[in-house]
């Protein structure tokens, strides 16, 4: 909830919405070809007659495009317009975040400030839990969406503190600050903390601080929306097929994911970034860095952003899933790119990251490769099966099965990969890809995961 037919051209730097779309011959030959490159890419993805997705791609302030897909309504037969909202899931961490730092550089608020000094009712526990370790997801509470029983009563309307007793009392999955896992509580917090620093709703709070100075009409906590507009309808996939979503009462997602928004308003968001508005120079780069922990490890997360790289060069971004919706959006801020990819199901042929990243990739001139599927011997595959130690909590394990290579993650379902050379595979309908590597003796000794923008290795500690 909270892990482009016509083409309109418009000026994002200005924060208006496209108004009038440009004729094909009225754009530059360049920039028409990269536009058609683009939506020749997406399109594959989006039937005609299924849930869809909107997207918007733009570079040095311009919208490249900005286009919608499939289905916004199966059961009443409506097409997706670019300008419908949509849920954005776990988007929604980065405006808690600002609004976090906005009260810090208000001097309302420190970084390494305990929670209890604003939540004197949260229990105080022996290691010190910050607002900083909230940001990073380095705080070790047990994150209240992963519970059992979180989805028996996800439609139920609960108040803020009922949430916060869901978990409040469970013990530390880790010392703060030693570990990052990611973590729905600790943004769920950030939004108890806005409210009683603020003195006003999360709500409220976002609307006169941020939407509204940066224009983003149709940007909201769900069901506190000022401004009409035509809205996606949420979809899931069940035993008979695609239905509707399960009812979720936003009260429970709340900070950690109850925003909708457009494609436009994310545009507009980004293009505020970029223009360094809302916050210091200072403490937007803090935001865009990777925190580290004690040991001085890095997590590639910042404040409310992931942190990594696409195709070499550096990327903030963030994914959202939440019931009837998945998303994903992307800057790279040296190149001056973004992309956001909303989809209303939640259980995607495709995921939002992977079509935003392989858009963003055409965007700066470095498309990934297709991949092709090769065969190999199958000896390889028993040289390659074996666990591979991911960190301290997690590991990776790969086996043959039925001729082909299977990894399954800790706690994670298995996946069948699917080889493009003889040491290299790659997940179907994803840009993931392992890479097995071998040491001076010629054994199978690490494997080297692309994936979210970050390089990974994994060393070889065991058998399957």
Known sequence: MFRLSVLCFATVLALHAPS?????????????????????????????????????????????????YGMADLAKGTPMTPDMRLRIGSITKQFTAVAILML????????????????????????????????????????????????????????????????????????????????????FLLGAIIEKVAGQSYASFLEERIFKPLDMRHTAYEGYERTPGPRAAGHTKGWFGITAAKPL????????????????????????????????????????TGALLADGKPTNYGYGWQIGKL?????????????????????????HVYVAVLSNTDSPTVQPEMVASKVAAIAIGNPFPDFKAVKVDPALLDAYAGTYRIDASATRSFKRDDGKLVMQRSNRDPVTLTPFSNEAFFIPDSLTTFRFARNAKGEVSEVVVHSQGAEMVNRRVGPP
């Open 20 to 68: 009038a779309c440009a004729r094909d011959g009225a754009r530059p030959a360049g920039e028409q070809a990269l536009a058609s490159r683009i939506d020749a890419a997406i399109a594959p993805y989006y039937k005609a007659d299924a849930p869809g997705a909107t997207v918007i791609v733009t570079a040095n302030g311009k919208t490249v495009l900005r286009k919608a």
């Open 311 to 335: 195709r070499g060069v550096p990327m903030v971004a963030h994914g959202g899933s939440i019931h009837g919706f998945s998303s994903y959006a992307l800057r790279l801020p040296q190149q």
């Open 104 to 187: 810090l550089e208000e001097g309302k608020l420190a970084l390494d400030d305990d929670i209890t000094r604003f939540l004197p009712e949260y229990p105080a526990r022996a290691g010190r839990i910050t607002i900083a370790h909230l940001l990073t997801h380095t705080s070790g509470i047990v994150s209240y969406t992963s519970k059992l029983g979180f989805s028996w009563n996800a439609a139920k309307d609960r108040s803020v503190s009922e949430v916060i007793d869901i978990f409040k009392d469970d013990a530390l999955e880790f010392e703060p600050g030693t570990r990052w896992a990611y973590n729905n509580s600790g943004y």
């Open 249 to 288: 009462s936003m009260t429970q997602p709340y900070a950690a994911g109850a925003l909708v928004s457009t494609v436009d308003d994310l545009a507009r968001w980004d293009a505020a970034i970029g223009a360094g508005k809302l916050l210091k120079p200072a403490t937007w780069q803090q935001a865009h």
